[in-house]
């Protein structure tokens, strides 16, 4: 039967022995071996009750199992929600309800702790554990290395991705077969993936970053992976030497530029690295090629599109740049009041369109229309501009996110819990630079009168309420927050405030 993804990405891999992941402890996962067990992996599925178009969503430490979950997900037709391995379990709560989710995969302890809250879901629950164990992969051990394909068709639903809103309540972004293959597809050539290459891939499989541009490139390309649990930088430097590319966040580079070890000789073999999902600051940029003599190919995407924008594999990779819009994506700048294209070289917001722009919000349809125009146009909330070469330049955001160490975390959602707390009257989230992340998170409360907020206890509630990466770092208690004459909340005061508080702490 046709399976858009699965039949490109997967498939041809069928009874080929040649290694696919290269795991920390020294063992090969070979194609064959992979493409088994994602096919018993589908047998679980379907035994466990999915039929094609239910929603798995998956919480799990990173493994050959996790991703070949993924995998099973393709070829069984089910709809994969991948979810971050810090999610407590009130945020997850939410992802399951909002989804309709028909089963959970989680960590075997961390899936007990959870029972208490999903109580009352109709929801069955299965362990996937960091080792590779669990019920769910001794389910699967029982059933047959075969299984026949579910016909899928391009426009049909791949993955559901949660991303986080202004409104402060996330968004599932729906991505069909289509948007995925086409970008993989893209990218691979682009970046001149081959079966030679063995990608470093220490980044985590539960984004659009570790799962669909790096797992799905290398799948497309028949190539290689060292696959790290997590970004270590110990293990990477071991790793390094068997490596051909390697694809991170800012904060990979960073930390790499920090150990005396990562030096040229060390990477001298190397053909690519690859850096996005936040701003790569082009001083990073520069001190990494003055220290290698690799200059870094910085990209541009979301989740909700995957790839937009790439800096030329051949030709002039410019620092503080992200590159042109890939082959197939449409990319203009226009005007944040009336929508207008403006011209090259004017700042406004960016807006994508293209085989990989995702087809909106599951259950927001009026958000959807809000960002995603009749036109087929997305309004990525970036704000930018267009140089006189065709390279496009972030120069901002139309959205109030802040993106520390590569995760987005939107402040609305903080503020909503901060306002709750005991003797605050109101809040407000900022992201200043980070010597590490790149951004941190600082909570600006005030105070009610006569009252005392206690910061111990309000981040304790914070932490029972919110993953770790998304908790201010630092609270400053004020009489009042600056606003302007629309009452709205002045962050740029509060960012400009508190600007130096982690840099020249
Ligand atoms: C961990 N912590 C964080 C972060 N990561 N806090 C803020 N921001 C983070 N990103 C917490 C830990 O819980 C810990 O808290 C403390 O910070 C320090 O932990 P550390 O050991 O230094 O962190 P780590 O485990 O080494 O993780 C840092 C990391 C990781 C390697 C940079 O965050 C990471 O792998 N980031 C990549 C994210 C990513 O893949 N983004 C792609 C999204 P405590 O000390 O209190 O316990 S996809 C996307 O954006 C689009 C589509 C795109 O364009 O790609
Ligand atoms: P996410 O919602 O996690 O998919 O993150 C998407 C956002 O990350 C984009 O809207 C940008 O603001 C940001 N982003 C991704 N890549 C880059 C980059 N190379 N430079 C600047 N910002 C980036």
New binding site residues.
């Given amino acids: 039967m046709p399976n858009h993804l699965f039949d490109r990405l997967f498939a041809p891999h069928v009874g080929v022995s040649k290694p696919f992941l290269h795991l920390l402890d020294g063992g090969i996962v070979t194609y064959d071996q992979f493409l088994q067990t994602v096919a018993s992996f589908a047998q679980a599925l379907v035994q466990s009750g999915l039929r094609p178009g239910d929603v798995l969503a998956v919480q799990v430490e990173k493994s050959m199992q996790a991703l070949a979950v993924y995998g099973a997900c393709v070829q069984a037709g089910v709809v994969f929600l991948p979810l971050n391995t810090?999610y407590t379990a009130s945020e997850l709560v939410y992802f399951v309800r909002d989804s309709g989710t028909k089963m959970f995969l989680g960590d075997g302890p961390k899936l007990d702790a959870f029972r208490g809250a999903f109580e009352g879901l109709d929801l069955r629950l299965e362990s996937l554990n960091a080792d590779g164990s669990g019920s769910f992969v001794t389910l699967a051990g029982a059933l047959d290395t075969q299984f026949e394909t579910v016909s899928r068709g391009p426009h049909d639903l791949a993955a559901l991705l949660y991303t986080s809103g202004t409104t402060g309540r996330s968004k599932g972004a729906m991505l069909s077969h289509e948007n995925l293959l086409s970008n993989a597809l893209v990218l691979t050539q682009e970046w001149r993936f081959s079966d030679q290459d063995v990608l470093l891939h220490a980044?985590?499989i539960f984004?659009?970053?570790?799962l669909f541009?790096a797992s799905n490139v290398i799948l497309a390309a028949g190539a290689e992976m060292i696959f790290l649990p997590?970004?270590d930088v110990e293990a990477m430097i071991t790793c390094l030497s068997q490596a051909t590319t390697m694809m991170g966040?800012p904060?990979?580079y960073t930390r790499l530029l920090d150990e005396p070890r990562f030096n040229a000789d060390l990477v001298r073999h190397m053909r690519l690295f690859v850096s996005?999902?936040a701003p790569l600051l082009a001083e990073s940029h520069r001190q990494f090629e003055s220290h290698t003599g690799h200059r870094i190919l910085e990209r541009?995407?979301?989740?909700e599109t995957n790839m937009n924008c790439s800096n030329p594999y051949d030709g002039a990779r410019r620092a503080g740049t992200v590159g042109k819009p890939l082959p197939g994506v449409e990319l203009i700048i226009t005007d944040t009041a009336t929508g207008l294209e403006l011209l090259q070289g004017q700042v406004g917001q960016i807006e994508v369109r293209g085989p990989n722009v995702f087809s909106g919000y599951l259950n927001m349809p009026e958000k959807t229309k809000e960002e995603l125009r009749e036109t087929g146009f997305f309004i990525t909330g970036d704000l930018g501009l267009i140089d006189e070469e065709g390279y496009v330049q972030i120069v901002g955001r139309n959205k109030d996110l802040v993106i520390?160490?590569?995760?987005?975390i939107y402040p609305k959602e903080i503020e909503l819990i901060l306002d709750e707390q005991q003797a605050v009257v109101e809040s407000a989230v900022i992201g200043v630079p980070h010597p590490d992340?790149g951004e941190?998170l600082v909570a600006v409360l005030v105070q009610k009168p006569n009252e005392k907020i206690d910061v111990k206890s309000l981040s304790t509630n914070l932490g029972a309420a919110l993953a770790?990466?998304k908790q201010p770092r630092a609270y400053f208690i004020v009489e009042a927050l600056p606003r302007n004459t629309m009452a709205k909340v002045q962050k740029n005061i509060l960012r400009e405030i508190y600007k130096d508080i982690f840099i020249n702490p």
């Fill in positions: 810090a980044l985590p984004h659009t970053h570790g541009v997590k970004f966040v904060t990979f996005g999902s541009y995407g979301m989740t520390s160490g590569g995760y987005n992340f941190s770790r990466f």
